[in-house]
């Protein structure tokens, strides 16, 4: 047995804004035997008490430093994904962190604008359900049969979110401010960017950079579940063998 088939693979996976780890039950019959598999929420979503505000990225890194052990691979989608960039330099580096639908910034040019967000913004703080339940069908709109991703959303979640107003402000705050170029440039961890090739929430540059999976859009763990565990696996098992086999 090489130290590779000796190694499991230990995974953290991190969900996106207004939506907690119920996400990622889609891909739980297809882990590998030899996965851990750990789904967790951020502060404020589902039983998981909400950050004290003002919330920053140092109270975050305190909530969350027990739910991020350096001895996995952190999984980030979306928001996660940004959210877990930040964290790079505030925890203890993990074996590799995979970024779903996600780059350095969430706003782009040919993504969404910020002048989009902002519209979002004023939105949701006139109306947040409306507007979470706008936001699910929305992020569903890149996938092959995007009127049953959507419906696969609402009946994993209903029709409230599972956050507190302010997680989900701070949330969209933090999407419109964070910025993790330097972070990822001089991250101390592999990176890996895996991007729906029908994402219409990532810009062109970032897919340009990302290993691109097919006939997906910014959900793939609802349209390609299969598709997405085996390339989450194989790239963990990667960074994972540069540890065990060192």
């Not at 920053?56 to 305190?62: C, E, F, I, P, R």
């Not at 779903?100 to 359900?129: H, N, W």
């Amino acid at each position: 047995m090489s130290c590779l088939d000796a190694a499991p693979l230990h995974l953290v996976l991190l969900s996106g804004w207004g939506v907690d780890q119920r996400i990622w039950q889609p891909l739980e019959h297809h882990w590998p035997a030899h996965s851990k598999v750990h789904t967790v929420d951020w502060p404020g979503y589902g039983d998981t008490p909400a950050l004290a505000e003002p919330a920053t990225l140092d109270t975050l890194a305190s909530a969350m430093a027990d739910q991020l052990p350096s001895n996995a691979v952190w999984v980030g989608w979306s928001l996660g994904g940004l959210l877990a960039s930040a964290l790079l330099d505030k925890l203890p580096a993990p074996l590799g962190l995979v970024l779903i639908g996600t780059g350095e910034q969430f706003c782009s040019d040919d993504g969404v604008s910020k002048a989009e967000l902002a519209s979002f913004q004023r939105a949701f703080s006139r109306d947040p359900d409306a507007t979470w339940r706008h936001f699910l069908r929305w992020q569903t709109q890149g996938e092959p049969n995007a009127r049953h991703a959507h419906q696969q959303l609402r009946a994993m979640l209903g029709d409230t979110p599972s956050a507190t107003l302010s997680t989900l402000s701070q949330g969209l705050h933090w999407l419109a401010s964070l910025d993790n170029t330097q972070r990822l440039q001089e991250a101390p961890c592999p990176v890996i960017r895996l991007v729906g090739e029908h994402d219409l929430l990532v810009a062109s540059g970032i897919r340009a950079q990302a290993i691109n999976l097919a006939h997906a859009g910014h959900c793939p763990m609802l349209s390609q579940p299969a598709q997405l565990v085996a390339t989450i696996a194989s790239q963990a098992a990667l960074v994972t063998k540069e540890h065990v086999c060192t």
